[in-house]
C-alpha cells in the first residue's frame, strides 16, 4: 500500500503529501464506523428499533462521528474519476467537521490544490478504499489504525530531518512505554507530536488485558499541523482527545494544564532548544531544582515534567546525551540537585542513529517522584545505569530501530531491579546499579559508559551538539554583557546629571 501511495506521489514533497494520504484514511476510518451504525439503525432491530438512521444524536451517543450524505465515502468512490474529486473531498471535510465539533480545524483541506492532480488523487481514494473490505470490514477500524501509524512512520522516513518533528521512532516509543508500564491513571505529554506515546499506552493496556478506558491522556503540542495529525491519529484509535490541545506558544510560555497531576510523563522534548523563551521565565515557579539556562531548554524540560507528576509519578523521557555531563549556566547544580532529592531512578544511553531529525547523541532518563513507595523495592539510594550503545539494527543506511528483544533486554533488566524479587545482578559492559555515594563521587555525571564498566566512546563526541551549546553560552553572555553596559551607561548618566 505504501509503495503504491508513495508511486501516486509523483512531484508533491512528502511534508504536503501526508496530510493528504493520512486524510483520506481518516476518512475512510470515519466512514466505515458511521456506516456499521448506520446499517444497524436501518435494520432496527433490538435496541434500535424504530431508531432514524439519519438522527445524529443516535450517533454522538455510541461515540460514532456522524459522516454526512456527500461525505461519505461510498459517495466519494462514484465521484472518484471526476475531475473536480479534490474540491468534492475539501467539501467532505468541511462538511464533517460542521457536524462533529470535536474536528473543528482538525481535518486537511488540501485536495483541490493544483499539484495534486485528479487522477492520482482518484487513484488514491480507490487504495485507500481497498482497506479491509468484505469479510475484514468489522476489523477495519483497527486495521485503519495499523495503516495510519505505519503511514506516519513512513512519512517520517521520507522526509528525513523534518520527520523527527512530528514523529518519535516507534521502537523508542515502544521502550518507553514499556519501561513505564502505564496501566491506569493520567498520562501526560507535554510536546505530544502526532500522538504516538498516547498510541502506545494504549496499545500497553489492551495488550496486557487492562482496559483503556483506565487510562486517561493530556497532551499539548505547538504545531498546528502536527496537532491536527494526533488529533485524527488517537480518534482512529477511540482515544479521547479533548485534552490535546494547541497553541503556538508552546507549554513552557501557556502551559495547557497548568493544574494537572500526571501518573506519568512521557515525552521527546526537542534537543538543546535555545529558543525557548527562558529570558522571560527566569522567576517561574517550576524551577524548583535550580534556574534553567536561557540557552538551553533540556533542564527546564526535566523540571516541567516533574511538576506535573502526582507524588506517585513517574516520568520516562529523551534528551540529548549532552544533559547527562553538562556543567554550563548551572545545569550541573541542577542535575546536582536531582539527584540528592533521589528523583533519578535509571538512565539509558541509546545508540547513535537512532532518530530522524539529528544525530546528537541521545539517552533515556526515568524519573520517580517517590522510590520507596511500596509499589517496587526502596532504592532511594541507588540509580540504574543502563548502556545501550550495542543494541539495535540499521533498516536502512541512516536509521537505527530496536528489535522487540531489543526492548525486552532493556525493560526487564530496569524491571528485575526496581522489583523486590527479581533477581537483578550488574552485566559488566551493560547494566550497573550504582550507590549515591558513587555518583557524588564521579561529580553527578551520568553517562552510563562510566558506571557499567566501560570508557565512553570517542565517537559519542558531537562537534554540532558541542557547537550549539558553545553558541548558546556565548550568546548568553553576551545578553549579560549587554545588560552590564546598559547599566554602566545609566548610571554614568546620573553621575553627570
Not at 456499521?36 to 428499533?49: I, P, R, S
Not at 512505554?177 to 494504549?202: A, N, T, W
Not at 557499567?452 to 554540532?464: A, Q, R, S
Amino acid at each position: 500500500m505504501w509503495k503504491a501511495a508513495d508511486k501516486l506521489r509523483k512531484n508533491i514533497d512528502a511534508a504536503e503529501y501526508k496530510h493528504i494520504v493520512l486524510g483520506l484514511i481518516f476518512l475512510k476510518y470515519i466512514s466505515d464506523a458511521f456506516d456499521e451504525l448506520y446499517e444497524k439503525l436501518k435494520n432496527g432491530e433490538g435496541d434500535y428499533a424504530g431508531a432514524d438512521p439519519e438522527d445524529k444524536d443516535e450517533y454522538r451517543a455510541e461515540n460514532v462521528f456522524f459522516v454526512p450524505e456527500t461525505a461519505r465515502w461510498s459517495y466519494l468512490l462514484t465521484q472518484a474519476k471526476q475531475p473536480d474529486i479534490g474540491k468534492t473531498v475539501d467539501a467532505a471535510m468541511d462538511a464533517i467537521e460542521k457536524e462533529n465539533p470535536s474536528l473543528r480545524d482538525v481535518l486537511p483541506k488540501v485536495f483541490a490544490r493544483g499539484n495534486l492532480d485528479p487522477t492520482s488523487l482518484g487513484g488514491l481514494i480507490d487504495l485507500v478504499g481497498n482497506i479491509a473490505l468484505g469479510d475484514a470490514k468489522a476489523r477495519s477500524a483497527d486495521l485503519l489504525g495499523h495503516v495510519f501509524e505505519y503511514f506516519l512512520g513512513e512519512f517520517a522516513l521520507a522526509e528525513g530531518k523534518k520527520g523527527g518533528q512530528f514523529y518519535t521512532p516507534r521502537s523508542v516509543v515502544e521502550l518507553l512505554v514499556e519501561m513505564l508500564e502505564p496501566y491506569k491513571g493520567r498520562v501526560l505529554d507535554p510536546c505530544c507530536g502526532s500522538g504516538g506515546m498516547f498510541v502506545q499506552s494504549e496499545k500497553f493496556v489492551t495488550g496486557h488485558q487492562g482496559k483503556v478506558n483506565d487510562i486517561s491522556i493530556y497532551g499539548q503540542e505547538s504545531n498546528q499541523t502536527t496537532w491536527r495529525l494526533a488529533k485524527m491519529n488517537l480518534a482512529i484509535r477511540h482515544l479521547d482527545s479533548s485534552q490535546v490541545k494547541w497553541n503556538n506558544e508552546g507549554s513552557f510560555l501557556n502551559d495547557a494544564h497548568k493544574d494537572l497531576k500526571a501518573d506519568y510523563v512521557i515525552a521527546n522534548p526537542p534537543f538543546n532548544d535555545s529558543d525557548w523563551s527562558g529570558d522571560l521565565l527566569r522567576k517561574d515557579g517550576r524551577w524548583q531544582h535550580g534556574v534553567p539556562p536561557t540557552g538551553n531548554a533540556n533542564y527546564a524540560w526535566i523540571q516541567h515534567f516533574l511538576y506535573h507528576l502526582n507524588p506517585g509519578g513517574q516520568a520516562g523521557f529523551v534528551l540529548a546525551k549532552g544533559a547527562l555531563t553538562s556543567k554550563s549556566s548551572g545545569e550541573g547544580d541542577i542535575r546536582k540537585a536531582l539527584v540528592e532529592a533521589r528523583l533519578v531512578d535509571c538512565i539509558v544511553n541509546l545508540p547513535a542513529k537512532l532518530f530522524l531529525n539529528t544525530q546528537i547523541p541521545a539517552c533515556l532518563w526515568f524519573l520517580s517522584r517517590n522510590k520507596t513507595n511500596g509499589k517496587f523495592r526502596n532504592r532511594a539510594d541507588e540509580i540504574l545505569f543502563i548502556d545501550a550503545r550495542n543494541l539495535g539494527h540499521l533498516i536502512n543506511r541512516r536509521t537505527k530501530e530496536f528489535s522487540e528483544e531489543d526492548i525486552a533486554t532493556i525493560t526487564s533488566t530496569y524491571h528485575n531491579w526496581r522489583n523486590p524479587s527479581g533477581g537483578y545482578e550488574d552485566v559488566k559492559g551493560f547494566c550497573n546499579s550504582a550507590p549515591i555515594e558513587r555518583v557524588r563521587e564521579l561529580d553527578y555525571v551520568l553517562t552510563p559508559g562510566r558506571y557499567v564498566g566501560l570508557p565512553d566512546d570517542e565517537d559519542d563526541f558531537d562537534f554540532k551538539e558541542r557547537f550549539t551549546r558553545l553558541k548558546a553560552e556565548f550568546d548568553e553572555q553576551l545578553k549579560e554583557e549587554a545588560k552590564l553596559n546598559a547599566l554602566i551607561a545609566e548610571n554614568l548618566a546620573k553621575v553627570k546629571i
